[in-house]
């Protein structure tokens, strides 16, 4: 399998972003479409890239959820979700 640049397979990702592919497809929109992606897509960049999972327990006044990324053998985090609302 051939590597793409990271650029071009984030952009790919995020296309493939939809209801069906996000953990709460009741909370996906067009509007916040990284919600609920982060598992698949730190699988999908594993797949790609090598790496291991990380998984970060996210607290805050209204919310209580787990969160994924992959951490890359040079130690470099990708994350491609970073940008949805919870």
């Known amino acids: 399998m051939t590597t793409p640049p990271i ?3 984030a952009a790919t990702l995020k ?9 709460v497809p009741d ?4 509007d916040n479409p ?5 598992l ?18 996210v607290t805050g006044e209204d919310i209580s959820e787990t ?3 992959n951490v890359l053998d040079n130690s ?3 994350e ?3 940008s949805q609302n919870m």
């Open 7 to 9: 650029q071009l397979f």
């Open 15 to 23: 296309k493939a972003w939809d209801s069906e592919t996000s953990f």
């Open 27 to 30: 909370e996906w929109t067009s």
């Open 34 to 38: 990284a919600r609920g992606q982060c």
């Open 40 to 57: 698949v897509s730190a699988l999908v960049t594993q797949d790609y890239y090598g790496g291991s999972l990380r998984r970060y327990r």
């Open 67 to 69: 969160h994924y990324c």
């Open 76 to 78: 470099s985090r990708k």
């Open 80 to 82: 491609k979700t970073c």
